[in-house]
């Protein structure tokens, strides 16, 4: 066989990821940035022409800046708290010599294996007016009106936490699972207490983890769209329930693209800012 | 020193606690449901008045769910088909061949997974219509299906490359082994495990997926997770919970099934 032919064959293997890719991702985001310019129009998906007054309604109205905020604001305090609990597991799943970690590591991925729909409804049971949590305080006596757990940003931000930990803990595992033991027995030699260890050895090599962890949550909550539908309902509505209501019920496709790609903006930003500022490359 | 030991056993202590409350944590809403499907009531509590399998056999005599089961089963099986033959060539290409593109193969294929799914969605959507194709029929679906778990077929499969020596095809070769030789006996044993990982991740994803089967499904045909949120917005009966029981278990049954048939370990989520 001539080296031109072998060649010729070797793209044979890449070729049908690169068309689908190709076709089904590029070209569709393309086409979506075109259509957030376009008019809207009366029965039809949108108008002749190109205009900027999608992203002029967004901007201009108050409403929506709250509730860009607002998604952002859950999608951060989601992504440190996965954080602040996803510690300490990973440690745990690590370093720990315990032989219930084949276990404790099958819990960890078991969300992954649930759909989301049915883990945020779970959550609906627990924490709704009539649910496991109101019921068992009022039964004891402690309440006599249900505590509000559901239909509100804590709810979300609780079941977003519980849907994501995984995606926060299997990275900074697999980063303290790389660092060399011997690093931190050199570190003991030369006199570091425990605190100093974790702090200027094994926490800053735990960096990349942390990172790609903090990434991936905040991309995710971000864009979360089930979790936010069912435990937040009508009341509180986050920047992607409001995007399908506008695509889907209201048939805005242009104003819905616009929202969309201005989400996808705000949180590209910010995930390009904190790779900054964290001083590692985006990986 | 002696302080010291303290100290560090009662910091593990405090640590292993910890991570109790967290497990606990992440199996509730799993546990909730479950325990919830097997109530005898006529109204979803928790914990169950009664253990009953009544909401089962309703369940199981509701033609809407067995339906969107039968369909979701399906779409998942075509979808892994192709995404785990497209996303196996390409990852072989990667990890061997790509050289200078090597990057922008590794970006092109976990874009789907980087990029929010919601967006991806919809923009597919609206270019199934722009194209003329439309969501009448279940291709716009697959698509979007094989789009999403492929991703998780170049994980696994890139992953068992790693160690992956290109002097074994060499060897191969020079003791007189054609392409598809060196291909059934070398590679293919190698990436193996990784393969049939990825292909499990993205059957499960697949199942479970919510907005891009939202979005692109055609008119009357639901997947499982689509039938079950338009459900759960209007009604309360344990029902639901049954039905997410099964939907459990058929994950579970594929993953132990796979597992045990096929002896391989997860290495990626």
Redesign the interface.
Known sequence: MTPARANSK?????A???I??GV??V???L??IL?SFRPPAQGA?YGAGYTLQNYGKFLSDSFYWLQLWNTIAIAFVTSALCLL?SY??A??LAR?NTRMRGL?YG????????????????????LGN???IN?SLRDIGWISAPLPLMYNTFGIVL?LV?VF???MV?PIMGALQSVDPALESAARSLGAS?TTIFRRVIFPLSMPGVQSGCILVF?LA??A??TP??IGGMRVKTM?VT??DT?IDAFQ?PF??AM??M??LC?ALIVIIFARLTRMKWA | MKTNRRSFQSGRLLLNCFCILVYLFLLAPILVVVGASLNAGAFLTFPPQGLSLRWYVVFFNNDVFMKAIRTSLVIATIATCISGVIGSAATLFYARYAGAAREWVRIGLLAPLLLPEVLTAIALLFFFYAIGVGTQNMIALLVGHVLITLPFIFLNVSASLEGFDPAWELAAQSLGAGPWTRFRRITLPLIKPGVIGGCLFAFIISFDTFAISFMLKSVGTSTLPIQLFDYLRLNFTPEAAAVSTVSILLTLVVVIVTEKLLDLRIHRF
Do not use: D, E, K
């Open positions: 070797r793209w044979l293997l890449i049908p990821a690169a689908l890719v089904f991702l070209l569709p985001y086409n979506i259509i998906p609990v300490p597991v440690w745990q720990g404790y819990i960890v991925l078991s969300p992954l294996l649930v759909g989301i729909v049915i883990r945020s409804y779970g959550w609906t049971i627990i009539n649910g496991l019921r079941a519980h930990l995984p995606f299997l425990r991309i971000m864009s769209y089930v539908a069912l992607p995007v399908v695509l496709w819905g693209s969309a790609l989400l996808s949180g």
